[in-house]
């Protein structure tokens, strides 16, 4: 079997590697380029701990072939906060205790600022229904909603980031 | 996962091409199941074809229709403006399909490709399961089968088909454009999906290496007072228990003429053409709507665990009919 | 011993954000699976798929051959261990020992190589052939064979003339009810990572108990303890599967000592399944006797549950009628099924969440029988002293929660008739129960340090699993010592720390705070021997008196339970909503209101109730792990077949906390809150579909069908 070379642009950095075509995109980040804040709940798509924004939009770096991405842009937990600043979305997270053991974390919060963005933070059971493919066992969902809300408040106030 | 290549189709017909000289390549395009299903060693391609590159994701209304191109995906054509006016079933069955993230990258092809959810098919391991292993038996039709069919099942399989859109596609009377060797050919939905007899391994009619381009879905008088209701236990991030699409077109508090299918209870969308036929011609009345969808179901064939799937099938019909008629 | 801190307080009681916040939003905190080490393999297991056997023959030449393949691990070549004992471990079977099968899941190779890809490639690779033998994994099939369990409770227990109450109580409800086995599937999988120095080994390990891992690992390797150093920095979420120590650790530790080279195992979510233990199903048997009045007679109680033929698990289910109503005659039974499965563990919350299913449903029949309200009922009886033991409760506001909760939710307004209030096809039902849940306390030691800033360290090995612990310490310290809580840190889950007891049984705040507080309240003497004022900067004080830090430890022990019944309590009303039609019932809204001792931090308090809350939704509506009794394992070994709620399942969720201090359970006089809000609620929803519906539901979890008039 070959290896594939490509070329994966994370969070703003552009990494030449050689892959295995197997990898995924959750294991590429993870155990190649040691990015290891987006987790592995599940690894078949059914509980949104990889959540990660691909060009923009939020998908589960799961259920993704790492090699399928080249070009595109990949931004994962670590590239969310802006110069030690964090996101809204992850401030509002902390304030309203939404989460607790924060394995879940990562992806509930990439998955939340996509969801502000795409303007499914509207009311509470907007939010409940967008956000429902994120699983959290801990069970932090009312504070989640929360967090969502309020973030998606200050994220309107704010020119978009 | 078995060792693949990776290979990038540039256009169509390359794509095409790619897998007609290799009975081993498998295309990908969302990846939402084959990288299940390679993770769980339901397929083992020796070559995965990658066609996201294709121009294929447009989403257009014309006065003819819908046309989509298998790359559109999930969560595009259901924030279609077009969509959501003039095939609100489309927007409904799509919108409550799996989440968010999976439907930011699972493409309609894909979705009317998924495979049955049989928990048996879906092991981590290999178990009797005639659909995976063609002559391993089936497990559910003795087995666990509180979520399999009431209707077209054979004792090779009695699984049913997942697709929240294939089965609002079927009521909307939609057909797929496919580019094989010999060119394109379009395929009427409802002549899309086999049943199992004893083949249960093959779900549809697609042969190997052609490629769904799109899906053509007719502006016909019921698709405007169109909709889909889903059953399901989990509020959310689940599959159906059972499902309906209705497409009604009324004159005055009349039917005039409806398409009916059903999910969740056949190894595909079940058209219920039997209570379309006694449904032509009533008033939207609950009750005269409930006796003639209660007929359609005397070929219902039910499993140990699933008898229930009948009466909750119905009312869920009767449910859809009274939302698309604006009685609910 | 050290009494109750005096008010007034500034941190203790006072909600507070959770110190490692940043660290969790932002993708830094670091769990078991994303420790990083030069060198690393990759470890996955090849699981046996027959329930009983003999391994005939196993093949792993194509996985041997496979690219990047470094060892395929089996019975064969597998160094033979010592067994462990339980505790530390979960399950007296350890794979990979000897060619027998004794449930399905069970490993029969751990495939190591380069890459993860390669690894889990060469795992499926693995070809077993087996000499199967009968087997039966369904207890409900042969209750007649049920056994006396032994496990760490009585089985039995008795006082006054059951017999002869309910045969002369004019209302007698007599009913089973069963719930479903369940799954933990805490959203990080178990996850190891071993590494070999010198004969030393550093295990980063997703547990609940960094020192039973340390223990197990130690026996099983035949080497010392002071050789093995266990860390846990965040685990993400445990609910009893990392509580004990299962095969997975052990076997890691033991491959990485054969390949002399990092090993990293991480457990697939289909493994899960059968890695760590499950909840039980229950058969439940209630045989209740009370007065018109609906005073009670007697209550007897008998629970039945399924555990491995090699090891007793015993869930209580009979546990909380020992303790719950006054009733002058109660009997409680348990008896196991021996079954070809793997074995039970604890799960979120053990015994009495599962109890109070059965016991709060016959409860809401009693009060339809008698005709009288629900929550009347409850008060009717309650238990001033545990009506088994004769004991006095260390504390129990349950009659606080009653009111303060029914108030919140409106219950006086309710009218009892089934099907009584509907929206259009809605039909809207209201259902309470109480909740009980027993009391689990363990040593624990602590140091606290304060160093020359003036910043205090808090050294203590427990575990941060999502409690809040990282905070909850902080605000014990800062307390005693008057500092700002930013100003202390904690360093914890790591076996070259105080040790303390693993992070389960709702313990740690109790345990490792009491142990926190008087190493805290040590070292404020100590300062204060050098000269320290109120308020004054701690590090100022060590400067004056020449030194750079200081440090004391501290410990807890909690003795005996003595003279006092320990539990928490709490009442649980709740609000369903059921389509006429499609009858899947759906949460509306729930409110409970809890005795649980001293809230520590109220912000972190909350949602961990809640979050228990969220898992009574499961349990009543969507939780069930069914086994195919054919093929001898779990149909779905998903998350996608093993629904847990999601977040369009869960409503708002009210919190009230009694004011409550039990000096008694701990100096700090908290208690613990980790499980009791996943008890009650299950049966206040079942209450509420019955309230809704009419349909008495006495099998969890509730299906439509069973609706589906
Ligand atoms: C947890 C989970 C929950 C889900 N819930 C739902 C749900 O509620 N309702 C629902 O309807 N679906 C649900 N899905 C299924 C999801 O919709 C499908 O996985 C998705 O639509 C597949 O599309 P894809 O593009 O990702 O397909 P891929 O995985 O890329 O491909 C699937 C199959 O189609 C073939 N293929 C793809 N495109 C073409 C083409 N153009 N021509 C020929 N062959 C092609 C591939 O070779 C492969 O065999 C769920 C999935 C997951 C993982
Ligand atoms: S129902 Fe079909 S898919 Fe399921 S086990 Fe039987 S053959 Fe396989
Ligand atoms: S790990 Fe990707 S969805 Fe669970
Ligand atoms: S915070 Fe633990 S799973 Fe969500």
Redesign the pocket.
């Known amino acids: 079997m070959t290896l594939l070379e490509t070329t994966l642009r994370v969070n703003g950095t552009s990494r030449r590697l050689e892959i295995d075509p197997r990898a995924t995109l959750l294991d590429a980040l993870r155990e190649r380029l040691g990015l290891m804040g987006t987790k592995k709940g599940c690894d078949?798509?059914?509980c949104g701990a990889c959540t990660v924004h691909v060009n923009g939009r939020r998908v589960l770096s799961c259920?993704t072939l790492a090699a399928m991405h080249e070009g595109d842009e990949i931004t994962t937990i670590e590239g969310l906060a802006r110069e030690g600043t964090l996101h809204p979305v992850q401030q509002a997270f902390i304030e309203h205790d939404a989460l607790q053991c924060g394995y879940c974390t990562s992806g509930q919060i990439m998955s939340a600022v996509a969801c502000v963005r795409e303007g499914h933070a509207g009311d509470e059971d907007e939010i409940r229904e967008w956000m429902s493919g994120n699983l959290c066992r801990c069970g932090a969902y009312p504070n989640i909603v929360a967090a969502v809300a309020a973030a998606a408040q200050v994220m309107e106030q704010h020119a978009p980031i | 996962m078995h060792p693949f290549e990776y290979a990038r189709a540039g256009d169509a017909a390359g794509a095409v091409a790619a897998l007609a000289g290799d009975p081993e390549a498998?295309?990908?395009?969302?990846?939402?199941?084959?990288?299940?299903?390679l993770k769980d060693g339901i397929?083992r391609p020796g070559r995965v074809v990658d066609?996201n590159r294709l121009p294929?994701g447009q989403i257009e209304a014309t006065s003819a229709g819908l046309r989509i191109g298998?790359?559109a995906r999930?969560s595009d054509v259901a924030a279609h403006r077009a969509v959501r006016s003039g095939f609100p079933a489309l927007a409904e069955?799509l919108e409550?399909?799996?989440?968010a993230q999976?439907?930011n990258?699972?493409?309609?092809?894909?979705?009317l490709?998924?495979r049955t959810r049989c928990p048996y098919f879906r092991a981590e391991t290999d178990l009797p399961c005639n659909k995976r292993r063609p002559g391993s038996g089936c497990a559910a039709r003795e087995g666990l089968n509180r979520t399999h069919a009431i209707f077209g099942w054979s004792d090779a399989c009695v699984a049913t088909h997942?697709?929240?859109?294939?089965v609002a596609l079927r009521a909307l009377e939609a057909s797929v454009r496919?580019l094989g060797r010999g060119g394109e050919r379009s395929i009427p939905l409802a002549d899309f999906y086999r049943l199992p007899g004893d083949a249960p391994e093959r779900d549809t009619v697609?042969e190997h290496g052609?490629?769904?381009?799109g899906i053509d879905v007719p502006a016909t008088p019921r698709a405007r007072r169109s909709w889909y209701v889903k059953v399901r236990e989990r509020a959310s991030?689940?599959?159906?228990l059972v499902s309906a699409a209705v497409a009604l077109d009324l004159d005055g508090g009349r039917i005039r003429e409806v398409r009916i299918a059903l999910g969740g209870v056949a190894p595909m969308p079940w058209p219920l053409t039997e209570a379309e036929r006694a449904l032509a011609g009533l008033p939207l009345e609950r009750a005269a709507l409930a006796r003639a969808v209660d007929g359609a179901f005397s070929e219902a064939r039910p499993l140990a665990r699933n008898a229930f799937k009948i009466a909750l099938a119905k009312r869920t019909v009767v449910r859809a009919l009274e939302i698309a008629g604006g009685m609910a | 011993m050290i009494s109750v801190l005096a008010p007034p307080s500034r941190a203790i009681g006072v909600p507070h954000e959770r110190l490692d916040g940043k660290e969790k939003v932002s993708g830094r905190a670091c769990y078991a699976a994303d420790t990083p080490a030069e060198r690393l393999a990759y470890g996955v297991f090849a699981l046996a798929n027959i329930p009983r056997g003999r391994i005939a023959q196993l093949d792993v030449g194509r996985a041997e051959h496979a690219a990047g393949v470094l060892r395929i691990f089996t019975h064969e070549n597998m160094p033979r261990l010592n067994p462990v004992s339980s505790p530390p471990a979960g399950q007296s079977l350890l794979p990979l020992q000897s060619d027998r099968i004794a449930y399905e899941g069970q490993p029969i190779a751990l495939a190591v190589a380069a890459t993860l890809e390669q690894a889990a490639h060469a795992a499926s690779l693995v070809r077993a052939e087996y000499e199967r033998e009968p087997f039966n994994v369904d207890f409900r099939t042969q209750l007649e064979r049920a056994v006396e369990g032994q496990s760490f409770f009585e089985s039995d227990t008795r006082v006054g003339d059951v017999e002869r109450e309910l045969a002369q109580a004019p209302i007698r409800i007599a009913q089973r009810y069963r719930t479903a086995d369940r799954h933990h599937c805490a959203m990080e999988p178990s996850a190891t990572v071993a590494r070999w120095e010198n004969g030393s080994l550093t295990l980063d390990d997703a547990t609940q108990y960094v020192w039973g891992v340390r223990m197990a690992v130690a026996q099983a390797l035949d080497i010392a303890p002071e050789r093995v150093r266990v860390r846990s920095s965040y685990a993400g979420g445990g609910f009893g599967s990392k509580g004990y120590v299962w095969p997975h650790q052990v076997l890691t530790a033991a491959a990485a000592r054969e390949l002399e080279r990092p090993l990293k195992v991480v457990l697939t979510r289909a493994q899960a399944f059968t890695a760590h233990g499950y909840q039980t199903a229950s058969e439940q048997a209630l045989d209740i006797g009370a007065e018109r009045d609906g005073t009670l007679r007697a209550v007897r109680a008998t629970s039945i549950n399924p555990t491995s033929r090699f090891d007793d698990y015993v869930e209580y289910c009979a546990l909380s009628a020992r303790s719950l109503y006054a009733a002058p005659a109660i009997e409680t039974r348990h008896r196991v099924v021996h079954v070809d499965r793997s074995t039970p563990t604890p799960m979120r919350a053990p015994h009495d969440g599962v109890a109070m299913v059965g016991l709060e449903i016959a409860m809401d029949e009693l009060a339809y029988e008698a005709g009288i309200d629900s929550l009347e009922l409850r008060l009717r009886n309650y238990a001033q002293r545990d009506p088994t033991t004769g004991k006095p409760f260390s504390s129990k506001e349950l009659r606080a929660c009653y009111r303060l909760a029914a108030e919140r939710f409106g219950w006086s307004g309710r009218n009892p008739r089934p099907g009584a209030m509907r929206e259009g096809r809605v039909r809207i039902g209201w259902g309470m129960a109480t909740a009980l849940m027993g009391t689990f306390r363990m040593p624990a030691s602590a140091r606290v340090t304060v160093e020359s800033d003036g910043r205090v360290l808090i050294e203590a090995g427990t575990q941060e699993i999502g409690t809040g612990v990282r905070t909850i310490m902080p605000q014990i310290a800062a307390d005693v010592l008057g500092v700002p809580i930013e100003q202390v840190r904690i360093a914890l889950g790591d076996t070259t720390l105080p040790e303390t007891g693993g992070t389960f049984g709702s313990s740690t705040t109790m345990s490792v705070g009491s142990a926190v507080l008087d190493a805290a309240t040590r070292l404020r003497d100590e300062l204060r021997e050098l000269g320290a004022h109120e308020d004054e900067d701690l590090g100022a004080v060590l400067s004056r008196s020449g030194r750079t830090s200081l440090s004391a430890d501290g410990a807890w022990s909690p003795g005996e339970e003595g003279d006092f019944s320990m539990h928490t309590f709490g009442a649980v009303f709740a609000e369903v909503r059921v389509d006429e039609d499609l009858p899947i019932p759906r949460v509306s809204r729930v409110v409970g209101a809890y005795s649980a001792g001293r809230i520590i931090n109220p912000t972190t308090a909350r949602s961990q109730i809640q979050g228990g809350m969220v898992w009574g939704i499961g349990q009543a509506l969507l939780e069930e792990s069914s086994m195919d009794p054919t093929l001898g394992r779990y149909l779905s070994k998903n998350l996608?077949g093993y629904l847990v709620p999601a977040n369009a399942d869960v409503p708002e969720l009210e919190v009230i906390f009694a004011e409550e201090v039990d000096a008694h359970a701990s100096p700090l006089g908290a208690k613990g809150i980790g499980e009791l809000g996943a008890v009650g609620v299950a049966p206040a929803i079942a209450n509420a579909v019955f309230h809704a519906t009419g349909v008495r539901v006495r099998e969890l979890p509730i299906r439509l069908e069973m609706l589906l008039a």
Do not use: K
């Open positions: 078949r798509g059914e259920m | 498998a295309f990908i395009a969302g990846g939402t199941e084959l990288v299940n299903w397929e066609i294929l298998t790359l999930m069955a409550r399909s799996a989440s999976l439907r990258m699972a493409s309609m092809g894909g979705n490709l998924q997942p697709s929240d859109a294939a496919v697609l052609e490629l769904i381009v991030y689940e599959f159906a | 996608a």
